[in-house]
């Protein structure tokens, strides 16, 4: 019985590695992602614009931000879900920190989730429904003093 069990492992393993490699050749390169520019309103009338790939079906929420090495301060991904409700989300194979803005249908951040840490399984949910996810690089929120209310603007798609 175990010399069958190492048959079949010595068999498996390889597909296993193989499938694992196919799915990261999968993936759809940012540059196929529909781009636009989004602008954050902090209540203190400040502005600050962010260069954007938005993830607008499902294999490209499901993708997000993974295996990217590096991300500019002034780069994010949106991710827009087909109706509002509550979000959950996770950093499986995302080698950054991101913050992650929860935004409601009408445009203002719920809640963000500061400097989720890379590679990690744990769930991070918004707070109530949301519409879209704004994944920023670690630590920007903070930095430009964005916070929960602030308004959400797309510029251009």
Do not use: C
């Amino acid at each position: 019985m175990k010399f069958l069990v190492a048959i079949v492992m010595s068999l498996v393993l390889p597909f296993a590695f193989i499938n694992n490699v196919n799915a990261q050749m999968a993936l759809e390169p940012l540059e196929r992602f529909p781009q636009a520019t989004l602008s954050i309103v902090t209540p203190d009338m400040r502005k600050h614009e962010f260069k954007i790939w938005v993830a607008d079906t499902e294999a490209r929420r499901e993708q997000g931000l993974m295996f990217v090495k590096s991300l500019s301060t002034d780069q994010g991904m949106l991710f827009i879900f087909n109706a509002p409700q509550k979000i959950s989300m996770w950093m499986k194979n995302t080698l950054i920190s991101l913050d992650m803005l929860f935004i409601t249908a009408d445009g203002h951040i719920e809640s963000i989730a500061a400097n989720a840490i890379p590679l990690s399984e744990k769930i991070i949910s918004s707070k109530s429904s949301v519409l879209t996810v704004l994944e920023l690089k670690g630590g920007v929120a903070s930095q430009l003093g964005i916070r929960a209310g602030a308004m959400i603007q797309l510029t251009n798609q």
